[in-house]
């Protein structure tokens, strides 16, 4: 009926998947193959006194359920556990490299918005060569992986022309921006021209659709029919596809930090997963696809908001 | 008196397959203040793309000969400001889907009032009085309610009234009504069309009425032209439609039409099938499908010639005469 009883069910749908999510994540460590203990001791040499906390830490003399119990309920406090490895809670190991990551995902997801909606609307409005020209680099542009145009970011402006850093963070806000500058753009170069690309079709499909006709046939100005008629109306796909574009920017970024050595959740993920710290990667995961799954929710909600077909109900008379 | 529309000699191209291949050929005709012309024609004929071509709404690459004169404009060379002028106080359009032709997202009032605010400078306020005025008028109840909605919360036939009252919200002399009806159940067309037919006369509007529906367009409309292939074929008054029609395609097309008073074994239809205006043979567009049709028809287009009550593009019409009306018919298929 109303928008609050859609804002409702999405919020119960996104607290289930988020529960879900999290059981899969836990479960894991038993779909590993041995005894979860054996995997989680697996390749080290362990004192009595270190396998007992970590039996302790995993509660594993209890049934799988209560187990997870124990864990959910330390992370709804924060209490992500112990690292193996690192001998600290993994909260403390994570907080720092969590802002690296949301910087560096934050950063591409501007240049994604500014680069990507304004090429993606000029192709649609300006038919022709403008149009022809912008798509045909975006279809370049979207064939060349991350990892691919980190590589040639740095070869060109980095080791050649020096104008930015070939890696590392940097200290200050400042300073950590312009570290960001080659990262950002080899991270969201192929979703700009993706997002680009379905800004333009979707332009292009209200720009031809009847009710723009109708508006045009009113002598509306042409930038109120620009405005009110087809972007207003193009939104609706474009902020789906934008919005799961920056969430897969979440997975894209653990390619990137490696790259460019940014100390980030993603590299991180891939050291713990090497030395098979587990606490840490179950940690990792889960936010990640705590993100991804909340962004997901925020996409809905926009939906609903700019599309009232979607959540009012159909009471026509 | 001038009439307030005046078309002549119209002839509209658009690309096809790298081609200009003509879709409208030499269109004329005049509509007078407050008169109604009825635009009847199949699918292709090229009776919407007039509506267009008047609307100054043709697709991109279309190439126009000829001219359209609005109240002394020539409306083929409006630009910018006139151009507007033209369709904020000049020609108001009724499209076909009402469900596709109204922005979906947008309240139902925002789509009333929105031409008056924004071209005009109407108070949202005023604007809104006037809107719900014309809702009423259109036969919609609790007009207040309904402007808060969404179109998908509106029928198809609802939604088209509110389309007539944003039509005719902005004082326009001439409607262009392309198949207003077409898209709506059939107790609903009537209701619609009636609405549409009173208030356009209440306040004096022309309207050119575009529709495949010979029976509704001689009922609404002074005078009926009929198109095929992107030609003229005859225009005269509605009325003489039936009894006396001027050319042997009007004269099928009068016959296919079943009535209800007799059980048919089978309906009458137009042997062949309607041809668009580049498919057309050299001669007589209709040539192909008339039963009346000699070699000599097919020499060339034959011109669209003045009779006593009307206009006609059959060169046999002078011995045709009398013999294709409505009744007496049968005699069509020998």
Known sequence: MSLGRFLLGRLIALVVTLLLASLAVYGALYLAPGTPLSFLTRGR?????????IKAQYHLDEGFLSQYGHWVAGVLHGDFGTSILGKAPVLSLLGGRAFNTFMLVAFASIIILIIGL??????????????????????????????????VLVLIF????????VFGAGDSLGDRLYHLVLPGIALALASVAYVARLTRAAVRTEADSDHVQTAVSRGLPRGAVISRHVLRNAMIPIVTVAGLTIGSLIAGAVVIEQVFQLNGLGSYL???????????????????????????????????????????????? | MSALLEVDGLTVTLPVAGLQQPVL??????????????????????????ARAIGRLLPPGAQCEGR????GDSVLELDGAGLRTYRTHGVAMIFQDPRASINPVRRVGDF???????????????????????????????????????????????????????????????????????????????????????????????????????????????????????????????????????????AALVQARPDISVTHERLLA????????????PGCAFGPRCPHAEPACAQAVPPLLDVDTGRSRCRRLPELRGTMGAKSAGAGNG
């Open chain 1, 45 to 53: 040499t362990v004192t009595p006194e270190e396998l007992a906390a």
């Open chain 1, 118 to 151: 304004t090429v993606g609307i000029t192709a649609g409005l300006k038919r022709g060569w403008v149009d022809r020209s912008l798509m045909v680099g975006a279809t370049g542009a979207m064939a060349v992986p991350a990892f691919v145009a980190a590589i």
């Open chain 1, 158 to 165: 980095a080791v050649n022309l020096h104008w930015f850093p």
């Open chain 1, 270 to 317: 891939v050291q713990a997963v090497g030395q098979k710290d587990f606490p840490v990667v179950q940690a990792i995961v889960l936010i990640l696809v705590a993100v991804f799954i909340v962004l997901n929710t925020v996409v809905d909600v926009l939906y609903a908001v700019l599309d009232p077909r979607i959540s009012a109900g159909r009471q026509s008379a």
């Open chain 2, 25 to 50: 050929r030499d269109i004329s005709f005049t509509l007078g203040q407050g008169e109604a012309l009825g635009l009847v024609g199949e699918s292709g004929s090229g009776k919407s793309m007039t």
């Open chain 2, 68 to 71: 359209i004169s609005f109240d």
């Open chain 2, 112 to 250: 009333l009032t929105e031409a008056l605010v924004t071209n005009e400078g109407v108070k949202q306020d005023d604007a809104n009085t006037r809107a719900a005025e014309l809702l009423d008028a259109v036969g919609i109840d609790d007009p207040r309610r309904r402007m808060r909605q969404y179109p998908h919360q509106l029928s198809g036939g609802m939604l088209q009234r509110v389309m007539i009252a944003a039509a005719l919200l902005i004082n326009p002399r001439l409607i262009l009504a392309d198949e207003p009806t077409t898209a709506l159940d059939v107790t609903t067309q009537a209701e619609v069309m009636a609405i549409l037919d009173t208030l356009r006369r209440e306040r004096g509007v022309s309207m050119l009425f575009i529709t495949h529906d010979l029976e509704l367009a001689a009922a609404v409309c002074d005078r009926t032209a009929v198109m095929y292939a992107g030609l003229l074929m005859e225009e005269q008054r509605s009325l003489k439609l039936d009894s006396d029609p001027l050319h042997p395609y009007t």
């Open chain 2, 270 to 281: 137009i042997p062949g099938r309607p041809l668009s205006a580049f498919e057309a043979p």
